[in-house]
């Protein structure tokens, strides 16, 4: 997909501050430092547009990025960072939560694992969150290129099996370093862009 237009249009926290212009959106889960930001930035290509941090937990906000005027990447909170707070913990749940199951123009949820390690407890919840309320998933398999390609396979079915991945859904192998996988996500994401 070619690019013209990227922005960060608002970092939001409740319902009201979601953008209302109807346009399709596409959220990205995932634990933190998983590499939902350099995600972005790799599909849409940018060094800088959604911000990257060594330091897990940084999003703490849903991010709406309007991409070509015509649909949302939604950035939500990393889940797993044990330094924040119970109380913060439950709050950016809460949140997300209210998201996905209110949000109409919520078209897909992109599912980001770290190729390198089995999907955690976390993972496996939120795949079968976005399962149990019907939200189309696409599993994408990050850092890949820190996985020897020979043994890239092998992850990914580790990968599907721990997610109990569904007949139908796509996992991914993607790297932010040096783009592979980025025209199969875009080619996965686009029957969901053009409803």
């Known amino acids: 997909m070619n690019i013209t237009k990227a922005e960060l249009v608002i970092s939001a926290v409740k319902p ?3 953008p209302d212009s109807g346009r399709p959106e596409v959220a990205l889960a ?3 430092n998983v590499g939902k930001s350099s995600f972005i930035n790799k599909m849409i290509n940018r060094k800088n547009l959604a911000r ?3 330091k897990p937990g940084k999003t703490q ?3 709406f990025y309007l991409i070509n005027d015509s649909f949302y990447f939604v950035d ?4 797993g960072f044990a330094r924040v707070s119970k109380q913060e ?5 809460k949140m997300m939560e209210t998201y ?4 109409e123009t919520l078209k897909a949820a992109l599912l980001l694992v770290d190729l390198r390690h089995p999907p955690t407890k976390d993972d496996v919840m939120m795949y079968e969150f976005f399962k149990h309320y019907e939200i189309p998933v696409i599993v994408i398999a990050t850092k890949a290129d820190k996985v020897p390609r020979g043994k890239q396979q092998k992850h990914a079915k580790i990968a599907r099996e721990t997610l109990r991945l569904a007949a139908g859904d796509s996992l991914i192998l993607f790297s ?3 783009g592979q996988g980025k025209e199969e996500a875009w080619a996965a994401l686009l029957p969901f862009l053009t409803e």
């Open 16 to 18: 009201e501050q979601y």
């Open 30 to 32: 995932g634990r933190s």
């Open 52 to 54: 990257t941090s060594s």
């Open 61 to 63: 906000t849903l991010n």
């Open 76 to 79: 939500v909170p990393g889940y």
């Open 89 to 93: 913990r439950q709050k950016w749940g």
């Open 100 to 103: 996905f199951t209110t949000r």
């Open 176 to 178: 932010s370093e040096t």
